[in-house]
């Protein structure tokens, strides 16, 4: 079954850090972008960030707070923004080509993880 989920959602306070996993299973994210997404309560989703190859994309929103990484075991982002989270694998990229954060070019989407940061 091709799938993704996220884990590591949770209660966070406002300035401290929350890292967020996505794992795969029947698909990798060889040669794909990994993206996440975030939807806070009466908000659009918004694209937070990808991953793809080398190259690395973070919304203005996030930039500066958010990292994005891969290793072996799953992909972290540091958070302290409420909302659910998203991890998708999006369509297989030609080698070099930057991601985006366009949902149209993800096709297997986790069911989310819930952040809520207290002020």
């Known amino acids: 079954q091709v799938q993704v989920v996220e884990s590591g959602g949770g209660l966070v306070q406002a300035g401290g850090s929350l890292r967020l996993s996505c794992t795969a299973s029947?698909?990798?994210?060889?040669?794909?972008?990994m993206g996440w997404f975030r939807q806070a309560p009466g908000k659009e989703r918004e694209g937070v960030s990808c991953?793809?190859?080398?190259?690395t994309y973070y919304a203005d929103s996030v930039k500066g707070r958010f990292t994005i990484s891969r290793d072996n075991a799953g992909n972290t982002l540091q958070s302290e923004d409420s909302g659910m989270y998203y991890c998708?694998?999006?369509?297989?990229?030609?080698?070099?080509?930057?991601?985006?954060?366009?949902?149209?070019?993800?096709?297997?989407w986790g069911q989310g993880t819930q952040v809520t940061v207290s002020s």
């Open positions: 029947g698909i990798t994210f060889d040669g794909r972008p």
């Open positions: 991953l793809s190859g080398a190259s």
């Open positions: 998708a694998a999006g369509r297989a990229l030609i080698g070099g080509t930057p991601c985006r954060t366009g949902a149209s070019q993800y096709t297997v």
